[in-house]
């Protein structure tokens, strides 16, 4: 009698983890909410130069460029949240706008050539960049984030970090999907 | 398991949609969803969550680079205060909007024809086809199927589209895209009030769950009593004096459901408009409260869209539609309405699959079928019966599609195209694309285009026979051959100019007749051309300020008389303005269209004319209203547009000024 109650017990305990899990396998997020969140935590893993006259609670400015899901659950996603006491403010402007007194942007543009002439200018501003796709690497962006098998990872381009005189610490480096340093431009 | 959480998830929402309607008074705020995962998760687990692939939704909108597009978005929409697809239309470089109290009708590039109720624009629902299979009519006004609040973003693709949508996609496609659920986050509704005794509410409840379902319902009704008018045609004491009073009248409501869910997605609508014709069109009995036409049009379809790789996806979609119109009009004081009723319904299977071949290529193929299984026009008296024609039809279209996507050189792409369209009764159609874009610096691109495109006699052109209009069963298929340069240039500092050229050739344009002693029927009549060129600019400031001014210049014109065609305006100005007013979080938006005297039917002039709308509109006022107020035409400027055949007017008198205010509640 106690064997068997033990044994309904063991099923039952096993039953929860197996519906345990299974719930939480069910409980999918839109790829753009989770990228969001993403984008949210390279803020934190990013160093920038000391820059002496920004206060400790002044606004930390991040630009939204291009349009689509991310770029929105982005926006709306970073629009209440500090990094340390700093508040960040997000802005969205057009790909040919300056990127003056900016530290991070978000970018969505398909036009490979207007891309070229973003990734250019934030690698001069020193502003990080963050896009989509494996390509956006490749192109010359910082990080870039992607699905693999019904999950976000991210690859890391460290020559394009360094160009744009951001560091990436080691904790994001570790989770890193591709670890890139593509001082060869040839795929332009 | 997955059906009965879904069975207790429609319950809730329904029951949310019937609960928050009847508290829409009672401003009780509910807690907002909470967040399926708390939003402050760190690195690790993020890496661990399952995503929902993004859908299909964005997926066209590549092939069609090879155009002049224009993208209107939901914010330009509630700032300016656009009540209709008709007020979004009228603001975009080289379209206008004409009305004959009843419809509105698009006119792009100079091409407006009278007797054809949008047929060679192509209008689609997240990429379903909303022209039925009588008329091959799009909707743009109130009738138009989905509530103007849902709208996330209205895309207008420029030029003949055949190549990749067959029949009707002959001098645009206009795309309108309804919000996720997500964008609602739980409940909004809606009320206005406007001029003319309108009144309209909406319901809507919106949010994606835990399991990835994104849904949205919503559900509008408006009743507008419309305007008592006076048509000096009709001035005798036999005909009230030219005064219509209390028969402009117009009723409507429509409801949508969308759900999407990993890679299928699924939407469902449906309209209902009844309008009082005040006009007397058709020799009705002027001032007759009987005259009425109600339309209905009812379309759902499934998606299912898989993206294979970075560089492959496939998609498939079914599709369901049904098209009714009941017109009632009187002919005689003693005896019931003349009655109008065609019904259309059909079935279409859509597949695609796009594919990057090596690194310079990327190929887009495709099929469609459509089974037209019911399309049915009648026409008679009731009492004493007279039938003057019933016919029961039904048809089949099938076509085929490839564009191919080449990077001949680094800043130069090629896109070839072509569809093969099968129509019971009309053979073969070929129509061929081809577009040449050249980008020589990221500011500059340069775009060639060159395409042909047909459009097959309807339903009602061939068949349709009512008192005073007989059928023509000989119509051929009308062809459209165009050409067009487009320029656009950034310059810096958020300003874009643009500069577009067009040539349109229209060959054996299907027409109404125009002699009132015969019965009008319809013909391949007429042969046209038309250039015109597009100047734009607009700028963009971020959150700061936006704005867009066009200039059209454009000539439309007979081939075998070289007269301007009627409905033609050879000059439109159009500029839109939006600002928000600096410590207040309110935005001011302003829009004005200017446009040169149009020929009309009977060879009289319809007068240049400018309207001005000026609205203003405060987000989030106490945390969860939305406020806004419009004047539209605020100058009060007296115009009227040309109108078809069988109209006492040549031109029918336009609104003067008039308003709207509304509040949106979110909770």
Request: net charge neutral; proline share 4%; glycine share 8%.
């Amino acid at each position: 009698m106690s064997e068997r109650r033990s044994i309904i017990k063991r099923l039952l305990i096993l039953a929860t983890l197996l519906f345990g899990v299974r719930v939480e396998a069910q409980n999918p997020m839109s790829e753009s909410q989770v990228k969001a969140m993403f984008v949210y935590n390279f803020l934190k893993f990013v160093e920038w130069p000391v820059d002496t006259s920004a206060g400790a609670k002044d606004p930390f400015v991040v630009l939204i460029i291009g349009e689509g899901a991310t770029a929105d659950a982005t926006e709306h996603f970073l629009e209440s949240k500090t990094i340390g006491e700093r508040p960040l403010v997000v802005r969205r402007i057009r790909w040919d706008q300056s990127l003056a007194g900016v530290r991070a942007a978000f970018v969505v543009e398909p036009d490979v050539r207007r891309l070229h002439h973003i990734l250019d200018a934030a690698a001069a501003a020193g502003v990080l960049t963050i896009g989509e796709g494996e390509s956006f690497t490749t192109r010359g962006g910082v990080i870039a984030l992607l699905v693999e098998d019904r999950k976000v990872r991210f690859d890391v381009d460290t020559a394009a970090a360094q160009s744009a005189r951001v560091r990436v610490s080691s904790k994001l480096l570790a989770l890193t999907r591709v670890v890139r340093s593509s001082t060869d431009r040839s795929q332009r | 398991m997955p059906s009965l959480q879904l069975r207790s998830a429609s319950v809730f929402l329904i029951a949310s949609v019937l609960i928050s309607a009847s508290l829409a008074t009672a401003q009780q705020p509910t807690p907002p969803p909470k967040p399926a995962i708390d939003s402050l998760m760190d690195l690790e687990q993020l890496m661990n969550i399952e995503i929902v692939v993004a859908g299909s939704k964005r997926a066209q909108d590549s092939r069609d680079v090879a155009s002049f597009v224009s993208v209107v978005s939901a914010a330009e929409i509630r700032e300016h205060g656009y009540r209709t697809l008709a007020d979004v239309l009228r603001t975009l470089p080289g379209f206008y909007v004409s009305s004959d109290r009843n419809y509105s009708y698009i006119g792009v590039r100079g091409f407006s024809r009278p007797g054809d109720w949008n047929s060679r624009v192509l209008l689609l629902l997240n990429g379903v086809r909303t022209n039925e299979s009588l008329y091959d009519l799009a909707y743009i006004g109130e009738e138009f199927s989905v509530d103007m609040d849902l709208i996330d973003r209205v895309e207008v693709i420029r030029g003949p589209s055949s190549a990749l949508y067959g029949s009707n996609a002959y001098f645009a496609v206009i795309n309108v895209v309804t919000r996720a659920g997500s964008s609602l986050a739980g409940t909004e509704i809606t009320t206005s009030a406007a001029s003319f005794g309108t009144y309209a509410g909406r319901a809507s409840f919106g949010r994606t769950f835990t399991n990835g379902l994104d849904l949205l319902v919503s559900g509008t009704y408006s009743d507008a009593k419309g305007r008592d008018l006076f048509y000096p045609e009709y001035d005798a004491p036999l005909t009230n004096n030219g005064l219509a009073n209390g028969v402009d009248h117009e009723e409507f409501h429509k409801l949508l459901v969308t759900a999407s869910k990993g890679d299928f997605s699924f939407q469902a609508n449906t309209v209902s408009r009844e309008k009082g014709l005040p006009t007397g069109a058709y020799a009705t009995i002027f001032n007759d409260g009987r005259t009425r036409t109600t339309d209905g049009l009812s379309l759902a379809s499934l998606t299912y869209h898989r993206a294979l790789s970075n560089s492959a996806s496939f998609s498939t979609r079914l599709h369901a539609g049904r098209y009714t119109y009941d017109g009632e009009y009187a002919y005689y004081t003693d005896q019931l309405p003349n009655k109008d009723i065609s019904v259309g319904e059909w079935v279409g299977l859509e597949l695609d699959a796009a594919r990057k071949i090596g690194t310079r290529q990327f190929l887009t193929v495709g099929a469609e079928f459509r089974d037209n299984f019911k399309q049915f026009l009648t026409n008679y008296d009731p009492e004493p019966y007279v039938l003057y024609s019933e016919t029961r039809n039904s048809s089949m279209r099938e076509g085929v599609f490839a564009q191919d996507e080449i990077k001949l050189a680094d800043p130069l792409m090629l896109y070839a195209g072509v569809r093969l369209d099968h129509y019971d009764g009309f053979g073969l159609a070929t129509s061929p694309r081809l577009a040449l874009i050249y980008t020589p610096t990221p500011a500059t691109t340069l775009k060639l285009l060159a395409g042909r495109a047909f459009r097959a006699p309807n339903e009602f052109e061939l068949y349709s026979v009512s008192p005073g209009y007989t059928s023509n069963r000989t119509l051929e298929p009308e062809h459209i051959e165009t050409l067009e340069l487009i320029a656009q240039q950034f310059i810096g500092g958020g300003v874009q100019i643009s500069a577009s050229a067009f040539r349109n050739r229209l060959t054996d344009l299907i027409e109404p007749s125009v002699d009132p002693a015969n019965p009008y029927f319809y013909g391949n009549l007429a042969s046209t051309h038309s250039r015109g060129l597009e100047l734009g600019l607009e700028v963009n400031r971020g959150h700061g300020l936006e704005g867009q001014l066009s200039y059209s210049l454009q000539r439309t014109e007979d081939r075998a008389t070289s007269t301007t065609l009627t409905n033609s305006p050879g000059q439109m100005v159009q500029a839109q303005l939006r600002s928000p007013i600096p410590g207040t979080g309110v935005i001011a938006a302003m829009d004005a269209q200017y446009m040169s005297d149009r020929r009309t039917v009977a060879g009289n002039v319809a007068g240049a004319h400018t309207l001005t709308n000026f609205s203003l509109f405060a987000p989030r006022t106490l945390g969860r209203f939305d406020l806004s107020a419009t004047v539209y035409n605020v100058f009060g400027i007296r115009y009227g547009d040309p109108v078809r055949e069988g109209f006492a007017q040549d031109v029918i008198a336009q609104d003067g000024r008039s308003f709207r205010v509304r509040t949106t509640l979110h909770y």
